[in-house]
Structure formats: structure tokens, C-alpha cells
């Protein structure tokens, strides 16, 4: 099929609020591809709960979201003629991937599914023999990391890798970074969940106290460590020092990356993390450990340190020696700036437009002026 008459899409992904990773991808995506001229109909993986009291009855509580949801799916399947679908592991893919990719293969419209699960290989390893009927039915896998191809290649399933996108507007360095050799700002960007690990950054931070008293923390996200990770603060006595901002919009994150020296990432599950390529793109240095699709996208030694997983102390230790080598932290600042730009708009636009093509290989003309 000629792309030329591709006219409609439905992207279907959660948006923000609350601001994070894929539902910032979706917003971004949807917002590009309007502006090459194709319709997007954006259909919310997470619209608020109507009326808001039913957002306190767990349990219950996605049943009242994913009714209307799949019946604006099912409505939405008339109007275009392609489906792009951010997925995830776990119940997200159950509830909401699955039954959007068999209503697609009912009304005989294609569907890229563009997956994003950082614990692909624990889910596919539990799930694979419910999910794999869906994945059949499948027109294009499309994932963001050469990590998570493996991972889908392991359980025979084809993908192309198609890298997350960056605003290098938003999240761009102007000028040289110096650092702050008094009181250091380093700052960790990342949900308050236990796949991210934000307690061994704090621990590693604890460390660097040790050797720059008035260095600062401040964590970006949110989530249902919380509590604990506030008490392992107090606990260290640096309780002072960390900042736990929450979740942050846009706007408040850029001016964050601009006032860090540092940044800090523990996880031990990943795949291509945005905030990472933010970090980047504004020239900070990056410290991280190196799980999952991580060392796809970052260079130990070039755009950033890499430290095994839950190494507290080599994390601590790889930041002090950026602290205390210019040459080496103004090599990591430049290098990743410069490597960050891979991941531009104008970088990743012609592989989605590919896979669409492909995707759309089989539909119609027919079909096509139908819904047209």
C-alpha cells in the first residue's frame, strides 16, 4: 500500500496525567504524527474514573474504567485504518492490549503493538501461553530496545526496534556544564517502585555525603515506596539533604535536569528509560547500574557509567570520581548530548512511517476509501 494514503490512526496508550514514560511517549507521538497530516483518534488507557469517588474502590475500580474503554475502542475501530497500541506486562496487557488486539483482528484492522515492558521476560516466561494467541493476530511488534528484541526473539516472536522519542527542545544543553564542587545536586528520576531501586541510590548518595557534606538529592517520582524510602533517609541521617519532589510535569522536570550535577539510576528492571535520555539531552552526566536494555542505550565510559545491579558502593564511588575529574565528567556531559540526538524526531519518524507501510501492506484500497 501507498502511505501516502494513510489517513487515520488510532493510538492507543494512557496519557498524562499523571506524567511518566509511556503516557509522555503517547501524548508526543500523537502530537508528531498530526503533524504529517494523519488523524490520530487517541483512545485513553487511563481516563480518570467518572465520578471520582470510584477511584477509591480497589478491587473494582479498573472494571468501571475498562468498560467504556473497550467500547471506545470498538466504536474507534470504524473510523481508521491502522491501530498503534502501547503495551505493557502483567494485568495492563491482559485488560487492556489483549482485548484491543482481538476486536482489531474482528474488524479486520491492523494493530502495532508497541511494546514497553521492561519485565517482558519474567511476564513471557509466566504468561507466554496466554499471550501468544494474541500475538499472532498481530500485524507488527515494534519495541524500543535492543534488550526487549531479545527478549521477544527468545520466545520466537518477531519486533523491530524503534527508540523512544526525545524532545531535545525541552530537554536540551546550551552551554557547557560546570559543576557545583561545594554542594553537588544529584538527582534520581524515576517511580518509587521496587524494580527501580531508588533506596540503593539512596544508599550510594549516603556515601557521597561522606566526602561532600552539603551535597543535596533530589527524587523525582512517586509511588508505593514512599514511606519507607523517607525512613531509610531518616535512618542514614541525611534525612536533610533528600528531596522527595513527586511526580513532576514536564516543564518542572527540564528545570530540574538544568539545576542537576548528577544523576543516579538503581533500577533492576528497565528497558529504554526516558528519563535517561532527558538527562542527556539537558548534558548531564548519568551513573546507573546496567539492567536490562540500559547498556543498548548507553556506553559504559562514553555516555555514561554503568555499575552492576544493587552495587550501592560502585555507584557511589563512579560518581565521586565525576566529581573529582573534569575532563572525564565534561566527556560524559558532551558525549551524551551528542548521542542523545539519534533518538530526535527526525531520526525515528521514518521507521514508524516503515512499519505502518508493512502494516498496512494488506489492507485494501477499498478499505481504504471506505474509511477515508
Known amino acids: 500500500m501507498d502511505l501516502a494514503k494513510l489517513q ?26 498530526e503533524s504529517k497530516g494523519i488523524k490520530v483518534v487517541l483512545v485513553r488507557t487511563n481516563s480518570p474514573y467518572q465520578p471520582k469517588w470510584i477511584g477509591q474502590l480497589k478491587g473494582v475500580r479498573a472494571l468501571f474504567r475498562l468498560f467504556p474503554y473497550l467500547l471506545n475502542v470498538w466504536r474507534t475501530l470504524q473510523k481508521v485504518q491502522l491501530v498503534h497500541l502501547m503495551a505493557n506486562s502483567g494485568w495492563s496487557w491482559h485488560l487492556f492490549a489483549a482485548p484491543v488486539i482481538w476486536m482489531a483482528h474482528l474488524r479486520k484492522v491492523p494493530v502495532v503493538v508497541n ?55 525541552r530537554f536540551s544543553c546550551t552551554e557547557k556544564r560546570t559543576r557545583n564542587k561545594l554542594s553537588p545536586h544529584f538527582i534520581v528520576c524515576r517511580n518509587l517502585e521496587t524494580i527501580y531501586d531508588v533506596g540503593t541510590a539512596i544508599r550510594a548518595f549516603s556515601s557521597i555525603v561522606a566526602a561532600y557534606p552539603q551535597a543535596r538529592l533530589t527524587i523525582a517520582g512517586e509511588g508505593p515506596e514512599r514511606s519507607s524510602l523517607v525512613q531509610q533517609a531518616r535512618d542514614l541521617g541525611i534525612e536533610s539533604q533528600v528531596t522527595f519532589a513527586g511526580r513532576l510535569d514536564p516543564e518542572k522536570m527540564a528545570s530540574l535536569y538544568m539545576s542537576a550535577d548528577i544523576m543516579l539510576n538503581a533500577s533492576r528492571v528497565d528497558n529504554m528509560p526516558n528519563a535517561l535520555l532527558e538527562a542527556m539531552a539537558a548534558g548531564v552526566p548519568i551513573v546507573s547500574t546496567d539492567a536490562g536494555g540500559i547498556p543498548d542505550m548507553v556506553e559504559d565510559g562514553k555516555t555514561a557509567l554503568l555499575r552492576p545491579i544493587g552495587d550501592w558502593q560502585g555507584i557511589a564511588d563512579a560518581a565521586l570520581m565525576l566529581l573529582k575529574q573534569d575532563t572525564v565528567y565534561q566527556r560524559l556531559s558532551e558525549q551524551g548530548t551528542e548521542d542523545v540526538s539519534r533518538y530526535r524526531w527526525e531520526s525515528v519518524q521514518p521507521l514508524w512511517m516503515s512499519i505502518y507501510a508493512e502494516a498496512l501492506g494488506n489492507l485494501s484500497d477499498k478499505r481504504c476509501e471506505t474509511i477515508q
Open 8 to 33: 487515520s490512526i488510532a493510538l492507543v496508550g494512557p496519557l498524562p496525567p499523571p506524567f511518566g514514560g509511556m503516557a509522555n511517549q503517547t501524548l508526543q507521538l500523537s502530537r508528531l504524527l
Open 115 to 169: 511494546y514497553r515492558g521492561g519485565e517482558a521476560e519474567a511476564f513471557f516466561t509466566q504468561s507466554i501461553s496466554w499471550v501468544r494467541p494474541s500475538l499472532k493476530r498481530v500485524t507488527k511488534v515494534a519495541v524500543p530496545s535492543g534488550y526487549l528484541k531479545r527478549v521477544f526473539a527468545r520466545f520466537e516472536v518477531p519486533s523491530e526496534v524503534v527508540p523512544n522519542i526525545i524532545d531535545l527542545e
